[in-house]
């Protein structure tokens, strides 16, 4: 229910702002790009499911290790279906570097005789499936999506419109699938006494979902599905970071100095640029990924 009213939230911007004369916004899209972000919808929304599920049989833990792992794999698929070239020498160290010390680190977070997990059903085989499964679907969703917003040219806003319209239908629809449940969206919605607290607490993500749609769509359409991958993983470290050296009751060196090391490394890669005679999809022949300076640029100088 929340994640679709953080879809809805989204498109009420972007109509609002269109109504306002802020921003120029085609409603609908052409066919061929509308099925595109059909399938974009779609996509987003197997893969937020399939996480939920990893995290749910084998912990938040070995969600890391894979999530650290993608932006290696993520830069073999921009070089076969992107037009990349591999990464070089010091990309390489940098992606392999994030890989390992995210290992270290959650080896020695599960080895720590103090620690105890909070949540989770524990299963190997589900776990192994789910991860699996997420894994293969969160790889097609960043190379798809970097395809689609490279060949299908569109605004800012009008790629947040297109996406989180179809996925608010999907949604609201998944929703109040039940309507007989205490805790059925109706109920929840129309039933319930709404504080202030409750109110704020609905509000907040629904605002920070639509700026991070926005740029997160705006961003694919700048940089490579490598850096753009790379940057999320940055994201979860600098949480591993706050939480380990603020939160954590009981601080560790070593955890700190492996997601820092981690962090480090990524200071060393630099985007790939286009294979010679490689072009994408855009009408003016490829405005995607720092272009050909790409290769001399670092991801945290990227201009967004």
Not at 94 to 120: E, F, K, Q, T
Request: glycine share 8%; hydrophobic share 50%.
């Amino acid at each position: 229910l929340l994640l679709a009213l953080q879809t809805l939230v989204s498109c009420g911007y972007v109509l609002a702002m269109r109504s306002a004369g802020r921003a120029q916004v085609r409603i609908v899209p052409a066919r061929r790009t509308g099925l595109a972000y059909a399938v974009v919808s779609l996509s987003f929304l197997v893969t937020i499911y399939s996480n939920i599920m990893v995290l749910r049989y084998v912990g938040v833990n070995a969600f890391v290790i894979l999530r650290c792992s993608t932006p290696l794999l993520v830069s073999g698929l921009d070089w076969i279906y992107l037009g990349r070239e591999l990464p070089g020498g010091r990309s390489t160290l940098a992606l392999v570097g994030i890989a390992v010390c995210a290992a270290i680190y959650v080896w020695l977070r599960v080895s720590d005789v103090s620690y105890a997990p909070a949540y989770g059903e524990y299963s190997l085989n589900a776990g192994l499936f789910w991860g699996t499964a997420w894994l293969v679907i969160f790889l097609w969703d960043q190379v798809f999506i970097k395809h689609v917003v490279d060949k299908y040219e569109a605004t800012g806003m009008e790629r947040v419109l297109y996406q989180n319209s179809i996925a608010s239908a999907l949604l609201i629809c998944i929703a109040f699938s039940d309507l007989d449940s205490n805790q059925s969206a109706w109920s929840i919605l129309f039933e319930k006494h709404w504080s202030m607290l409750d109110i704020v607490t609905v509000a907040a993500p629904c605002v920070g979902g639509t700026l991070l749609s926005y740029a997160g769509l705006t961003l694919r359409s700048e940089i490579t599905a490598t850096a753009f991958t790379l940057a999320g993983v940055l994201c979860k470290l600098a949480s591993i970071l706050i939480n380990e050296a603020i939160m954590s009751e009981e601080r560790n060196f070593t955890r700190l100095v492996a997601v820092l090391a981690a962090i480090g490394f990524s200071s060393l890669y630099r985007q790939a640029p286009l294979r010679k005679g490689q072009r994408q999809g855009l009408p003016n022949g490829g405005n995607s990924g720092s272009r050909a300076e790409s290769e001399q640029t670092p991801l945290t100088a990227t201009k967004v």
